[in-house]
């Protein structure tokens, strides 16, 4: 007979469960990543709206199809939650996260708030879905993998002067992030320094003057799907911007936000800005290999030559 859990999540709730969960509903993105990531996929029964139309997720569903519950712009449906009666709910912990989770414990419905801004707490939500679910082999598979990914990164980079670089979100240029957002580690580990890692705010608004004082040697610049950026850097007051080099993170990729393939994030820009310190590895084939030994799956990864390489059925 399984034994009962004692949880404490990511903001200190306390959390009880029964035995390890069998039904799984995530509300959000990244807690959908995490619980896919370990292999969960057939336990997963609840899904927020946006995540199906990911090709990331897709692949790693499989052909399954979780009910969707909505999503955090749009609202999450709470009766659909309770119609799929869950061992337990995983809940970003921004906006009315508390709430909802609040309204599922009045139902006698478990919920894990997440809360991931760093690599770290990555690693700490993977461990306590593992745990919620008797899964913790796959969290400490994900552990060893992940290092050995950024421990061969920073191996490569060891002397190596950072650049300066900018980051510009894939809505609007003048949208950056600052040192507490979790992008600011991924530029910190491909040898970036952040040049707007001091302003104050989430996506914190920059204007012209400040970019044009920081004088960034590098661009990193989310796809985004409205094609503003690239609007932007064609007006003549960013003409000297717009000759920089850069690097787009392809939109499939899901790099730009807390995720179980972040190291392979970092590694890709590393590659992009210091190039000769990847010289004698093939990127697109180092990454394509840690999706297949995380995932299962190489054709998962955004490069081109790693899908081709091993392409999906």
């Not at 707490?121 to 679910?133: H, P």
Request: aromatic share 6%; charged share 20%; glycine share 8%.
């Amino acid at each position: 007979m399984a034994k009962p859990l004692q949880l404490t999540d990511m903001t200190g709730r306390h959390v009880a469960l029964s035995a390890p969960a069998q039904r799984l509903v995530t509300t959000y993105m990244p807690a959908t990543l995490f619980t896919l990531s370990l292999g969960l996929e057939d336990q997963l029964v609840g899904i927020s709206n946006h995540d199906t139309r990911q090709s990331l997720v897709k692949g790693l569903l499989d052909g399954r199809s979780p009910v969707q519950v909505g999503s955090r712009s749009a609202g999450i449906n709470l009766e659909t939650i309770i119609s799929l009666k869950p061992d337990l709910v995983l809940i970003n912990d921004k906006k009315d996260g508390a709430r909802l989770a609040g309204q599922l414990q009045q139902l006698g419905i478990p919920a894990l708030l997440i809360r991931a801004e760093s690599l770290d707490q990555v690693q700490q939500a993977m461990d306590l879905i593992a745990k919620a679910t008797g899964h913790q082999s796959q969290a400490r598979r994900y552990k060893a993998l992940t290092r050995q990914l950024i421990d061969d990164l920073t191996r490569r980079l060891e002397g190596t002067a950072p650049v300066a670089g900018y980051y510009g979100n894939g809505g609007d240029l003048y949208r950056s992030v600052n040192a507490h957002m979790y992008q600011h580690e991924l530029l910190q580990l491909a040898g970036i320094r952040n040049v707007a890692a001091d302003v104050p705010g989430f996506y914190p608004k920059i204007n012209l003057e400040q970019l044009v004082r920081w004088q960034p040697q590098f661009l990193v610049l989310e796809q985004g799907k409205s094609g503003r950026l690239a609007d932007q850097l064609d007006s003549t007051e960013l003409a000297s911007l717009a000759a920089l080099p850069r690097v787009t993170l392809p939109s499939a990729a899901l790099w730009h936000m807390p995720s179980p393939v972040a190291a392979a994030g970092a590694y890709y820009l590393a590659s992009q800005v210091h190039p000769k310190k990847f010289r004698d590895v093939d990127v697109n084939a180092r990454i394509g290999r840690f999706y297949q030994q995380l995932l299962g799956k190489a054709c998962l990864s955004p490069l081109p030559a790693a899908a081709q390489a091993a392409p999906c059925n």
